[in-house]
C-alpha cells in the first residue's frame, strides 16, 4: 500500500524549501503545500513502496499500510530511525493488541553517502560497463572445465 502522511504529525520540515520526504522519494511524489506547510503523497498509485520517506521522516509522520506477508491485513507500519538503527512499529488494527517493535541496526563502518558501488566485488575486467556480471569468471569456476554428472543409484 502507498505511503500516507498523517497532517497532524507534519510539520513541513520546519517550512524548510525541500522536505525530507520529497528529497528522498525516489518517483517524486511527495510534495509540499506550502499554504498548510504540510507534506502528502501527490499520486499515491505511483508509490513504489520503497519505505524511504517512512524511514527519514523526522516526526514519524508518515506511514503505511503493510501487505498481509509482512503484517497482518491492516496494520499500520511506522519507522524511527536513530543513528544506530531503524525502530519499526506494527500498529494492528484492533487498538486492544499491543503494538510490535523491531529493530534493525542501520549499516556500520560507513558513512551516509560514501558506499563505493562494488567495493570488495570487483568485475571480472575490472570494468564496471563490462558485460561481465559481478566475480565473474572466477565465480562461474569456469577454469575447471565441464562438470560431469554421474547418475545416482536407486535405493
Known sequence: MPSFVIAEKCDGCKALDKTA????CPNDLMVLDKEKMKAYNREP?????????VKICPTQAI?????ADFVPLGATVTAMRSTEDIMWTVQFR???IKPKRF???IRRGVGE???KAFGHYP???????SATLMCEPAGLNT?????KFTAVPKL
Open 21 to 24: 520526504c520529497q528529497h528522498i
Open 45 to 53: 498509485a505511483m508509490c513504489w513502496e520503497c519505505y524511504n520517506c
Open 63 to 67: 506511514e503505511v499500510r503493510g501487505y
Open 94 to 96: 484492533n487498538k486492544e
Open 103 to 105: 529493530k534493525f541496526p
Open 113 to 115: 553517502g560514501q558506499v
Open 123 to 129: 568485475t571480472g575486467d575490472g570494468n564496471l560497463k
Open 143 to 147: 577454469e575447471k572445465g565441464p562438470v
